[in-house]
């Protein structure tokens, strides 16, 4: 038996979801740049914020391409993603990098899992605009560093980690009051999502990365 096709109106709700992320990820990534300590840094974070505009732009065509305006489709999830960036903006580089690690990274795991659930081409779409690894290595390198430089810096970024996943997952309750229960039908697509899996999965991977960039849990 063939497993069920997602809801048009689903995919569209988290193509919707990922393009918004995308979109504002770009715009703190750029800001976050000029608190770079060098130059070699700046343009790095410079780089992974033009990633982020270039995937922000396939899913507005993608989204275009099924009808779907883009900025209906992202509509209703703005309050909730710009709350999310509003409420965590960093203060130094340490902590831009560690949001970009840890806050990124939450999102990503989530984002991959849901995507089990979308037929071709949209979900390979969605795991294209995924980020890449290197910018995640590279985060964490900085971390490292920081730490290395002043220990005592590990203690105030593992708090900081804590208050992105915390922050993270208060607004992403709002994201699921606000879709309509769009995204709650592609989680619900039989065996394809386990939600229980799901939760167990996100706080196994964040808890290695957090041990990974030196950081406790």
Same mark, same amino acid.
């Given at each position: 038996?063939? %497993?069920?096709?997602?809801?048009?109106? %689903?995919?569209?709700?988290?193509? @919707?979801?990922?393009?918004?992320? #995308?979109?504002?990820?770009?715009?703190?990534?750029?800001?976050? %740049?000029?608190?770079? $300590?060098?130059?070699?840094?700046?343009?790095?974070? @410079?780089?992974? =914020?033009? =990633?982020?505009?270039?995937?922000?732009?396939?899913?507005?065509?993608?989204?275009?391409?099924?009808?779907?305006?883009?900025? +209906?489709?992202?509509? $209703?999830?703005?309050?909730?993603?710009?709350?999310?960036?509003?409420?965590?903006?960093?203060?130094?580089?340490?902590?831009?990098?560690?949001? %970009?690690?840890?806050?990124? =990274?939450?999102?990503?795991?989530?984002?991959?899992?849901?995507?089990? =659930?979308? +037929?071709?081409? +949209?979900?390979?779409?969605?795991? +294209?605009?995924?980020?890449?690894?290197?910018? *995640?290595?590279?985060?964490?390198?900085?971390?490292?560093?920081?730490?290395?430089?002043?220990?005592?810096?590990?203690?105030?970024?593992?708090?900081?980690?804590?208050?992105?996943?915390?922050?993270?997952?208060?607004? *992403?309750?709002?994201?699921?009051?606000?879709?309509?229960?769009?995204?709650?039908?592609?989680?619900?697509?039989? #065996?394809?999502?386990?939600?229980?899996?799901?939760?167990?999965?996100?706080?196994?991977?964040?808890?290695?990365?957090?041990?990974?960039?030196?950081?406790?849990?």
């Amino acid at each position: 038996m063939s %497993a069920p096709t997602a809801p048009a109106f %689903a995919v569209a709700d988290l193509l @919707g979801l990922v393009a918004l992320g #995308e979109l504002l990820a770009f715009e703190w990534m750029a800001a976050d %740049a000029r608190l770079a $300590p060098d130059l070699r840094r700046r343009a790095a974070l @410079g780089e992974m =914020a033009a =990633a982020e505009v270039a995937n922000y732009r396939r899913l507005a065509d993608r989204l275009t391409a099924l009808g779907v305006a883009p900025q +209906d489709a992202m509509a $209703p999830y703005v309050e909730a993603v710009q709350a999310y960036h509003d409420s965590t903006e960093p203060r130094d580089w340490a902590e831009a990098v560690t949001k %970009a690690y840890v806050g990124d =990274a939450i999102t990503d795991d989530f984002v991959r899992e849901v995507a089990a =659930a979308l +037929d071709e081409p +949209d979900r390979q779409l969605v795991l +294209d605009v995924l980020h890449e690894s290197r910018y *995640a290595d590279f985060a964490a390198a900085e971390i490292r560093i920081a730490i290395d430089a002043d220990p005592r810096v590990a203690h105030r970024l593992s708090m900081w980690a804590r208050r992105l996943v915390g922050e993270a997952l208060s607004q *992403a309750s709002r994201v699921a009051a606000a879709d309509r229960g769009a995204l709650t039908a592609l989680i619900a697509q039989g #065996e394809r999502v386990n939600v229980e899996a799901l939760l167990r999965q996100l706080t196994a991977a964040h808890t290695e990365r957090m041990t990974a960039a030196g950081l406790n849990n």
